[in-house]
């Protein structure tokens, strides 16, 4: 397999030293004024618009998307795109409703948030939830994945390329939220540049196979002998169907999975709550239209990998170790067919992506250590000084970790994508219930919130490794809300039993908020949902795309 040639490095370190070199800049001019906490950890008043908007893609966009998504396009096709799409859907209503209601409360952190609605033990248990999920599930499994694809492609050592990818991380994190936030502005244009040349030259090739030339006539040898990889809603007979399972994805779990993630959020959120909600709005809305663009990137690859690997090319590099097809192989296969040069930017791509996350996630759970356990409950009169070395302590100590667990944490064993999802899944919906119920019904309680974000997940595992095997779920079938495995058990598809948790979540905290009304209702008025024109026009042009999209590819 063709490896990086001196040009590809060229490009690469060109890539490093600018990003490097900027954010040493920026954390320097920051060094002449005394940093404060919401400095580090919120840049409060400093990023503008599309530095929120293109930090929001930088971090959420990674290895698990660029080597998992396009692993899926190979294997199941567009339909995966809906974690894309229905993301720029739900960003909206994210921008609408819920920032708002940070922002006018003063809600910086997400356990402050359940602190000031519910009480300190929820917001405590919950701080512990997400700083173990986003250490041992998050930084573990894009630590792992990055530096399996950069290994991949470069040659070089695994371990090597984990540390390597640790240590720039922390060179970016440690001079806190500002400098993440405008070094992921050139993260991002590498990650798309990149990322739309290797697109670009995986559809020219599939032309070229075909003995045309253009990547027009590549799209349309694509939907003519890929066909079954451009459907957006599975039907039951779909062998994917457990994965996203039919209308799920538009109106059931899906949105618990979206709303979760992008609304709930600490490293999502915390780039738009130092802004003004004008400014942050606007972010959210540049983000969601980038959001648009990104199956263009992580999952067109992967079918044109699909669609080459049906005419016969590269039949075995897309074998594992054991002679099984690895969908995960597609992306790294089609970097190794780049012309020198261009292989080198997809490789800075892959590599923005890989370090603007794992620096927003380092950054998220250094806020939630630091201002939520450490100030709260070890050093309660510490100075911001203090805080600041803390936070910068728990960076470096989060990456250890990472580092030294990753490979016993069985990422390789069920694709990095998959991994993330099932994990948090497992959380989510408890966790979505206590914040959109503490958001929008007063009488929610702390007693209602606690069982929601530890009952929630105990019903989770439940769900997940008790029941199939206690009860037989066949009948749920017909209605597609269970599906036979290998082994013959029926089992309830993972978007479904999000679902299904979350109501019962809902159902207990309305019980419960009847019999005790809480008296920690939020500051909330209709004026504050009220939006400029600007973001109405822009928000209706990405929700008439998202239906445009699935009502063409339905």
């Known amino acids: 397999m063709q490896k990086l040639q001196a040009l590809d490095y060229i490009v690469f370190f060109f890539y490093f030293i600018i990003v490097a070199s900027y954010g040493v800049w920026i954390y320097r001019r920051k060094q002449t004024e005394k940093m404060s906490t919401t400095d580090f950890f919120l840049a409060e008043g400093s990023l503008t618009w599309w530095a929120i908007g293109s930090s929001l893609i930088a971090s959420n966009i990674s290895a698990e998307q660029f080597i ?27 921008a609408i409703f819920f920032m708002p209601i940070y922002l006018k409360n003063r809600i910086f952190t997400m356990p402050q948030f359940l602190t000031q609605r519910y009480n300190n033990t929820v917001s405590m248990i919950m701080a512990v939830f997400w700083l173990f999920l986003y250490v041992l599930v998050n930084l573990t499994s ?59 030259l995986a559809i020219e090739l599939v032309s070229a196979q075909s003995g045309t030339a253009g990547v027009a ?9 890929s066909s079954d990889h451009f459907q957006m809603i599975f039907t039951k007979d779909n062998p994917f169907y457990s994965s996203l399972p039919g209308l799920t994805v538009l109106i059931g779990g899906m ?24 400014t942050a709005r606007q972010g959210i809305l540049f983000a969601a239209l980038l959001k648009l663009l990104m199956p263009v990137i992580v999952v ?35 970097l190794n067919l780049l012309p020198t040069g261009l292989k080198g930017l997809s490789f800075a791509a892959l590599t923005a992506a890989v370090v603007a996350s794992l620096a927003g996630k380092a950054n998220s759970i250094s806020t939630i250590f630091t201002l939520d356990i450490y100030k709260k409950y070890i050093a309660p009169e510490a100075e911001d000084a203090k805080l600041v070395n803390i936070g910068r302590i728990t960076i470096v100590v989060a990456m250890i970790l990472a580092i030294l667990i990753s490979p016993f944490m069985g990422i390789d064993k069920k694709g990095g994508f998959q991994f993330i999802q099932e994990m948090t899944g497992l959380v989510s919906p408890g966790v979505f219930a206590a914040f959109i119920m503490g958001f929008f019904w007063k009488r929610t309680n702390s007693s209602g919130a606690l069982f929601a974000i530890v009952g929630g997940f105990l019903l989770s595992l439940f769900f997940k490794y008790v029941l199939p095997g206690v009860v037989d779920l066949s009948f749920l079938a017909p209605m597609g809300f269970a599906v036979q495995g290998a082994d013959g058990i029926y089992t309830i598809p993972f978007l479904d039993t999000m679902g299904f948790v979350f109501l019962i979540c ?24 009220k939006v400029a024109p600007e973001f109405t026009i822009g928000a209706t042009l990405v929700l008439m795309t998202v239906v445009g999209l699935y009502v063409y590819f339905w």
């Open 142 to 200: 894009i630590l792992f994945l990055g530096a399996l694809a950069v290994s991949t492609i470069s040659g070089l050592n695994f371990t090597l390329c984990m540390i390597a990818l640790a240590v720039f991380a922390v060179i970016i994190t440690i001079g806190g939220m500002k400098v993440i936030g405008f070094t992921d502005v050139i993260q991002v244009f590498f990650l798309i540049m990149g990322g739309l040349a290797t697109t670009y």
């Open 506 to 529: 809902v159902f207990v905290m309305f019980i419960l908020g009847m019999q005790k009304p809480s008296l920690k209702g939020l500051q909330i008025d209709s004026s504050m949902f």
């Open 300 to 334: 067109l690859p992967g079918i044109a990998a699909y669609t080459l690997y049906q005419k016969g090319l590269f039949q075995k590099e897309m074998l594992d170790a054991s002679g099984e097809i690895n969908k995960d192989h597609a992306y790294p296969v089609l």
């Open 255 to 278: 949105w618990i999975v979206n709303l979760n993630y992008w609304g709930c959020n600490q490293y999502i959120t915390q780039r738009a709550l130092g802004a003004d909600l004008k």
């Open 68 to 94: 998992g998504a396009s692993g899926d396009g190979f294997a199941m096709g567009l339909a995966i795109a809906t974690y894309e799409w229905m993301a720029a859907a739900t960003l909206i209503v994210v």
């Open 217 to 225: 006539n590549g799209l349309n040898i694509m939907l003519t002998q």
